[in-house]
Antibody, heavy 121, light 110 residues
Framework: EVQLVESGGGLVQPGGSLRLSCAAS????????MNWVRQAPGKGLEWVSY????????YYADSVKGRFTISRDNAKNSLYLQMNSLRDEDTAVYYC??????????????WGQGTLVTVSS | QSLLTQPPSVSAAPGQTVTISCSGS????????VCWYQQLPGTAPKLLIY???KRPSGIPDRFSGSKSGTSATLGITGLQAGDEADYYC???????????FGGGTELTVL
């Protein structure tokens, strides 16, 4: 079964840091581009970041550029999101999402259950 | 403000057909494929349509997608109570190099 499991969410103060992880199973992780997508409480989906299967191409949303860093370890079938300088508006459920193709197509066929990040003092 | 525009809500009776529109521009829908997601309350999004009109395995043919110019449409026939959910369109914006989502449409089955 293709599965993504996020972890690492929690309560953090403004200005703080958090590292999210996403464990992949049931497919050849190294063959697919991966993404992080977030959803603030009661709001719509917001794409956060993309990383190609070989880590040589990375994109970020303007709202997180310079503060968040996406990475992956294909040997560990894991995706990461290092979040620094967190702001109140970063409060959201964060999903990792698998692209449907190797190079990335911005279409996601598998999503994790999400991990909640709450930024508050 | 989303680069892709969807109606906030649509509604129809069980058994009827509903369509949800997604309007973009030449930098996204006009030059890239469109996908659609269904998000049931309290759950993660689920891919319904990719490459404008293709269904992943397991998605019933009651769901269909189309694209024309800078707009796309999701169609749902034979509405069921279980179709009540939020629906999002998605694409890639070639000018901004970002994934873009519509603001979402809440479907109510009356």
């Amino acid at each position: 079964e293709v599965q993504l499991v996020e972890s690492g969410g929690g309560l953090v103060q403004p200005g703080g840091s958090l590292r999210l992880s996403c464990a992949a199973s049931g497919f050849t992780f190294s063959n697919y581009a991966m993404n992080w997508v977030r959803q603030a409480p009661g709001k719509g989906l917001e794409w956060v970041s993309y990383i190609r299967s070989t880590s040589d191409l990375i994109y970020y949303a303007d709202s997180v550029k310079g503060r968040f860093t996406i990475s992956r370890d294909n040997a560990k079938n894991s995706l990461y999101l290092q979040m620094n300088s967190l702001r109140d508006e970063d409060t959201a459920v964060y999903y990792c999402a698998k692209d449907i193709v190797f190079g990335g197509s911005s279409q996601f066929d598998t999503w994790g259950q999400g991990t909640l990040v709450t930024v508050s003092s | 403000q989303s680069l892709l525009t969807q109606p906030p809500s649509v509604s129809a009776a069980p058994g009827q057909t509903v369509t949800i529109s997604c309007s973009g521009s030449s930098s996204n829908i006009g030059n890239h494929h469109v996908c659609w997601y269904q998000q049931l309350p309290g759950t993660a999004p689920k891919l319904l349509i990719y490459d404008n009109n293709k269904r992943p395995s397991g998605i019933p043919d009651r769901f269909s997608g189309s694209k024309s110019g800078t707009s796309a449409t999701l169609g749902i026939t034979g509405l069921q109570a279980g179709d009540e959910a939020d629906y999002y369109c998605g694409s890639w914006d070639t000018s901004l190099s970002v994934v873009v989502f519509g603001g979402g449409t809440e479907l109510t089955v009356l």
